[in-house]
């Protein structure tokens, strides 16, 4: 406890005293962030975004949205954990003091900075209107000095019947103002809200700089339909831009009370869930993860002094044993994701087909020196040598017709000990191939037209692929945080075509409706989710920020 002390203490000196600079050797620089192809730039090197979800104020008997302490030693401690267990980056919800961003300028760590707009306030109201944007335009005028800073985020789940409520003109206006201070005063950091990929799905999100969403794997909506993985993947899809895509939430719970997945959870279901949300995000091609998130917050069931026996209290990766532990104790999960950080797999990804050509693209931590690749029990690709954080290259498998392959890669250290290994099963030939297909289609295209809704949903498999499963639907109605129903048809393998005729009840209290199917498919040991979809509206309300 002393060595940790002391080294706090020399941090603290040099960030207090600083005056604009981090340390007389580690002046600020203009931030070098560039957005291209879907991925983020940093120094003109490509840079996956590795943030941890970090709320300061939050310890036990703390409340960060009503009065907190700055607490730079603490700070200072646990960002050193989180850069020692391979995050580069933090992200945040409620604003941080410049004292507080110092801080994490000097640890090199980038972040992902929430301003928290309060996203079930009175958009209409002008008084809200101008609190908002002078908060926005104030903490701009010192986070612009810092280059850690990579990304704002101005709002957090905003409901759809919220949105309704107070104008989508009003939302749009006060969205684009706070956007348009940021870019002005902060010029080149992108923008953008956190959405939920539950309940914001329809905002067409090419209106900021980043898609960015919330995602919980509870098996209900697109997730029941497509899988996590494809679900996260759907989301950019539904945009049909190029701009990055970052998951800056999911985790695991592990309150004694829940249902379904959301608490409830052993230590041990949240350590391999967070590994499989891992691989899953990674999977769906985001190019940015925030996963939620470093230490539990007591506030959260509203009384910060006590560790209620709610969902939203057990999410940390560190938990408080009482109302005096500050420092925490780490969960298995926390080293699990400690030893998943040595090595970033972006490329190849499961449920993916290649000819034959498979690109390998991998973000790799500092004491990785060798990568080696293992199918059908042979090493079939091998180097080492490794000096870069990011690490690029090719497999190939000649001429070979269609072929299922289960990869295994391993990672080493210099000494030639093994740090971290992961199984990927990709599927390549030497020619393109068909896949089934999944379609819908609806006797409405406006829910407001009609108390019930005709759906067809037609799959076709003229291939090779085996069904798995049967046909996986859902009518997400988007009434507050209700799950729709889950529903389950069995397919016939036997034949190529075949269609699917439901009777969906309109809720009246939605005002729009997601409709999400999937059918998983098979090739050996090859697994795909084929998914299709389709989003109905009540009306016009939304179409001056919803998905065309």
Known sequence: M??????????????????????????????????????????????????????????PGQHPYEYREIELARMAHDLKLIKEAGFNAIRTWSELTEEEVKLIQ????????????????????????KEALHLVDSIVSFTSKYDCIITYLIMNEPM??????????????????????????????????????AITEYLNMNMFDVYSYNAYDYAEGINYAMGFANGNRFLKEINKGDLPLILTEFGKSVSRMGFGEYGGNTLKQQEDALIE???????????GMCPFYYADGWWKGGEPSIHNDTPEEWFGYWGYKDLEDTIGYPRPVWYAVKEYNKALITAPK???????????????????????????????????????????????????????????????????????YEIL??????????????????????????????????????????IEDGLRYVFQHHIGWQPGENQLAK??????????????????????????????????????????????????????????
């Open 2 to 59: 002393k060595k940790w002390f002391s080294s706090i203490v020399v941090i603290l000196i040099c960030v207090t005293n600083c005056n604009g600079t981090v340390s007389k050797n580690r002046n600020i620089e203009p931030t070098n962030l560039e957005i291209k192809d879907g991925w983020y730039y940093v120094y003109g090197e490509k840079f996956f975004v590795n943030a941890l979800g970090y709320e300061i104020g939050a310890r």
């Open 106 to 129: 000097y640890t090199g760590l980038k972040m992902i900075f929430g301003i928290w707009i309060k996203p079930h306030a009175d958009f209409s109201d002008p008084e809200f209107v």
């Open 160 to 197: 759809p019947q919220h949105i309704h409520d107070v104008g989508v003109k009003n939302t749009y206006d006060l969205w684009m103002k706070a956007k348009e201070i940021i870019h002005e005063k902060h010029p080149g950091i992108p923008v953008t809200i956190s959405g939920n990929s």
């Open 277 to 287: 949300y891992f691989r899953n995000v990674l999977d769906a091609g985001a190019t």
């Open 350 to 420: 499961n449920q993916q087909f290649y000819e034959n050509k498979v690109p390998m693209e991998i973000f790799l931590q500092d004491d990785i020196d060798m990568v080696r690749v293992i199918y059908h029990d042979a090493i079939v690709y091998e180097k080492n040598g490794l000096n870069d954080k990011y690490f690029v290259d090719t497999l190939s498998f000649g001429n070979d017709t269609l072929t299922d392959r289960e990869l295994v890669f391993e990672f080493y250290n210099k000494k030639g000990e093994l740090q971290k």
């Open 425 to 466: 099963i990709i599927l390549t030939g030497n020619e393109p191939i068909e896949w089934p297909t999944l379609d819908v289609e609806t006797d409405l295209d406006d829910i407001s037209k009609g108390k019930t809704l005709k759906a067809g949903f037609t799959f076709k498999n003229k291939t090779n692929f085996k």
């Open 491 to 548: 397919i016939d393998a036997d034949k190529s075509s075949q269609t699917f005729d439901v009777v969906y009840n309109i809720r009246d209290e939605s005002l729009l409706l997601g409709i999400y199917a999937g059918v998983d498919v098979s090739y050996g040991k090859f697994r795909k989710t084929i998914y299709t979809h389709k989003l109905l509206f009540r009306g016009d309300w939304a179409d001056p920020i919803r998905i065309k």
